[in-house]
């Protein structure tokens, strides 16, 4: 029988920027609080693990002691978040990663439930593992950068790499470039980053073009899709099932990190992609499916963003029914969804694939698709 560890990090303190803050916790809650609602937490297959945060010595693999013990102070005086220095580190008060009490052990949390389900996954002791409140993967490995403080996908491929991995492909599907986790391996041949995105022209961070695709020994192991706004379901589709899976195909690794961000949705606030419902299912599918080819199942998903409460839920219930192999009710458990309407006061999608026809100026969305499938094809092109 094959294991699958649903992770949760609810030990060291809450990663909580602020009640406004779109990184609310609150995304991930109704996540972990659906997915148990379908009754996939109670199957014989599957292990939930709740883990200790990681230490220094393991965040310390990829951020810089002096960004560490910045963040420790800071985290315990928030007040100081309008000095200079906090500007120096990214944490700002008033940037996107303002400093927040405990935020030390928040993002500890996370970088230690990474490396638990990744430490399971290599040992044996699970095939797959799920922790929602993982995939930050904008931070550098000396500064705090787009909600994200340390880089748990980073300390996990570390953490592998250390306990004798050779190779680790890691897949982005977040909607912003996956930068932090490309530049800390940039020059780091065992490890494969290849991130889909909305072209950094347009958002945040900026970067994940082309040309980047790693330096020296690692050069060929950075991969980047960056469509144009408005591209939908067929253009990322096809970045990762014609860029993504014959780049991990041929780079052959030994596990495979992914993080999952449910951003690239039409809905979502932050980005402008028009992806719908269907292509999550069907992009979970190709990850698992690629785990199972390459690297002998073994799997580690991540979350990461996606910043409505009427996708990201039901975007991870279908990830985490993807690992475990379930098929899910298309209507969500009237218990969830009545708590969920109650905590969040929205209106949500009563059904798991449900979608309205995402709105575009006139004209882009033809062009949109146009532009985007020639991304993929030059991104293909640079593969050979
Ligand atoms: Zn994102």
């Not at 406004?20 to 991930?28: C, E, I, N, S, V």
């Not at 638990?116 to 995939?135: I, K, Q």
């Not at 309407?341 to 979608?355: H, K, M, S, V, Y």
Request: net charge negative.
């Amino acid at each position: 029988m094959s294991t699958t560890l649903f992770v949760k990090t609810t030990l060291g303190a809450r990663y909580d920027l602020g009640d406004d803050h779109p990184f609310t916790p609150l995304r991930r809650e109704l996540a972990a609080e659906l997915i148990e609602a379908y009754g996939l937490l109670d199957r014989d297959d599957v292990e939930v693990l709740d883990p200790e945060p990681a230490t220094d010595e393991e965040i310390t693999r990829v951020h810089a002691p002096a960004y560490v013990a910045a963040v420790k102070r800071f985290g315990e005086q928030p007040a100081l978040a309008s000095s200079l220095e906090a500007a120096q580190w990214g944490l700002a008060a008033g940037g996107d990663t303002p400093a927040f009490a405990g935020m030390h052990e928040a993002a500890a949390a996370a970088c230690g439930a990474a490396l638990a389900g990744a430490r399971a996954v290599w040992e044996g002791r699970a095939d797959r593992a799920l922790v929602c409140g993982a995939g930050l993967h904008h931070a550098f490995a000396n500064k705090a950068a787009g909600f994200c403080i340390y880089n748990d996908p980073a300390v996990a491929i570390q953490g592998l790499l250390d306990a004798g991995a050779e190779r680790v492909a890691y897949i982005d599907i977040d909607v912003h470039h996956g930068d932090g986790t490309q530049w800390i391996f940039y020059e780091e041949p065992r490890v494969l980053t290849a991130s889909v995105h909305e072209s950094g022209r347009y958002l945040f961070p900026g970067t994940g073009g082309l040309a980047e695709r790693g330096v020296g020994a690692a050069e060929g192991t950075a991969v980047n899709i960056p469509l144009p706004p408005y591209s939908g379901d067929g253009p990322y589709r096809r970045a990762v099932e014609e860029v993504i899976v014959p780049a991990v195909r041929s780079f052959r690794p030994d596990v495979i990190v992914t993080q999952d961000g449910a951003d690239p949705h039409h809905s979502d606030p932050l980005a402008h992609l028009t992806v719908t419902m269907p292509t999550y299912p069907h992009v979970y599918r190709v990850l698992h499916e690629l785990a199972d080819e390459v690297a002998a199942g073994r799997w580690v998903a991540l979350g990461g963003g996606g910043y409505t409460f009427d996708v990201v839920p039901r975007a991870w219930a279908l990830l985490f029914a993807e690992m475990v192999g379930a098929e899910l009710d298309p209507q969500l458990p009237e218990s969830w969804l009545e708590s969920a309407r109650e905590r969040t006061g929205q209106r949500l999608t009563p059904r798991l694939l449900d979608d309205v026809e995402p709105v575009v100026p006139e004209g882009d969305r033809a062009r949109a698709d146009a532009e985007g499938n020639a991304v993929v094809d030059q991104a293909a092109a640079l593969l050979r």
